[in-house]
């Protein structure tokens, strides 16, 4: 069956540091990979997406993520985080069965 | 566009009762999803509409129904309510099979 792992559970940083988040899925065809976010109170918004091409895709607000095939996985990434982007991150595939299947969330504080 | 919009926002019920839940997804929207969403859990694939045929079932009992009519609006009902119903009871809609999946904001169930 296909799962998304989402390994980092809670996540605690400070303005500035860098970010990675990851995340790795079991499917051995063609998937679509997205990465959602959901603010404190706000519902869930995409925050980027791949489907093919350039592995390394970017997305709102400075995240971006690579598709690594050979590792099965799509890691988030930014640079220098902000108070702002406190918030849960799902990791999401897609695959030919058309259904999403989600990853258990990552909650990420970040401390002014 | 209006985005995915979800009636009622907040429900309290109580054990055995039944309630019934419901969606408006994107105009032009045909397939619709159902979650549940619950704290360490993620979101969990309830199922999917298309173009009013369930496309695709989670791992959810048949407590747990839902339908869609001809102008894409989706319900769910879910009967025998239990304590552990309570969650948060996301829909999302896309246009087509792999395209994007936009969020509505949820409805929050509790059941006391």
């Not at chain 1, 679509?32 to 709102?60: A, E, M, R, T």
């Not at chain 1, 897609?94 to 999403?100: D, S």
């Not at chain 2, 985005?3 to 969606?23: E, F, H, N």
């Not at chain 2, 099979?97 to 169930?109: H, I, K, M, N, S």
């Amino acid at each position: 069956a296909q799962s998304v792992s989402q390994h980092n559970h809670h996540v605690i940083l400070s303005e500035a540091a860098s970010l990675e988040l990851g995340c790795n899925y079991s499917y051995g065809g063609t998937v679509n990979l997205f990465w959602y976010v959901q603010y404190p109170g706000q519902h869930l918004q995409l925050l980027l997406k791949y489907f093919s091409g350039d592995p390394l895709v970017k997305g709102i607000k400075g995240f971006e993520a690579e598709f690594i095939k050979s590792k099965f996985s799509f890691n988030l990434r930014k640079p220098s985080v902000q108070w702002s982007d406190t918030a849960e991150y799902f990791c999401a595939v897609n695959a030919r069965t058309y259904k999403y299947i989600f990853g258990t969330g990552t909650r990420l504080k970040v401390l002014a | 566009k209006a985005g995915v919009t979800q009636t009622p926002r907040y429900l309290i019920k109580t054990r055995g009762q039944q309630v019934t839940l419901s969606c408006s997804p994107i105009s032009g929207h045909r397939s619709v999803s159902w979650y549940q969403q619950t704290p360490g859990q993620g979101l969990q694939f309830l199922f999917e509409y298309f173009s009013e045929t369930q496309r695709n079932k989670g791992n959810f009992p048949g407590r747990f129904s839902g339908r869609q009519f001809s102008n894409s609006r989706s319900e769910m009902n879910v009967s025998t309510l239990e304590l552990g119903d309570s969650a948060l009871y996301l829909c999302a809609s896309k246009e087509g099979a792999e395209d994007t999946q936009y969020f509505g904001p949820g409805t929050r169930l509790t059941v006391l």
